[in-house]
């Protein structure tokens, strides 16, 4: 599987950006799409998730309101939109795939994803 994230790009606070992450590569019937992020000099940190049937998704509080993550199984792409961006959101936003996940909801922890993308860089000016 192979995942190509884009989108990433420089925006004023408040402002808004749409990433994308594609996969391409194998077919799968049962997957987790995620999204992480690593600021300079932190841990990676979980920013959202969706379910492969699309129904069910999860955020990380700071951007719950402010992100929403979708899904084109049809195309197989991943979407994370970004509104009301602050400076703290400035990052490196990956996406990840966790194939045929276990658990009854979706992994907070990166360590369950299989899958990785090359980051996408999102800086907030203020």
């Known amino acids: 599987v192979q995942l190509q994230a884009s989108g990433g790009g420089l925006v004023q606070a408040g402002g808004s950006l749409r990433l994308s992450c594609a996969a391409s590569?194998?077919?799968?019937?049962?997957?987790?799409m995620g999204w992480f992020r690593q600021a300079p000099g932190k841990e990676r940190e979980f920013v959202a998730a969706?379910?492969?049937?699309?129904?069910?998704?999860y955020y990380e509080d700071s951007v719950k309101g402010r992100f929403t993550i979708s899904s084109d199984n049809v195309k197989n792409i991943v979407y994370l939109q970004m509104n009301s961006l602050k400076p703290k959101d400035t990052a490196v936003y990956l996406c990840?795939?966790?194939?045929?996940?276990?658990?009854?909801?979706?992994?907070?922890?990166?360590?369950?994803?299989?899958?990785w993308g090359q980051g996408t860089l999102v800086t907030v000016s203020s």
């Open positions: 990840a795939m966790e194939v045929y996940p276990s658990g009854r909801t979706c992994s907070l922890d990166d360590y369950d994803y299989d899958y």
């Open positions: 590569g194998r077919t799968l019937s049962r997957y987790d």
């Open positions: 969706i379910r492969w049937s699309g129904g069910s998704t």
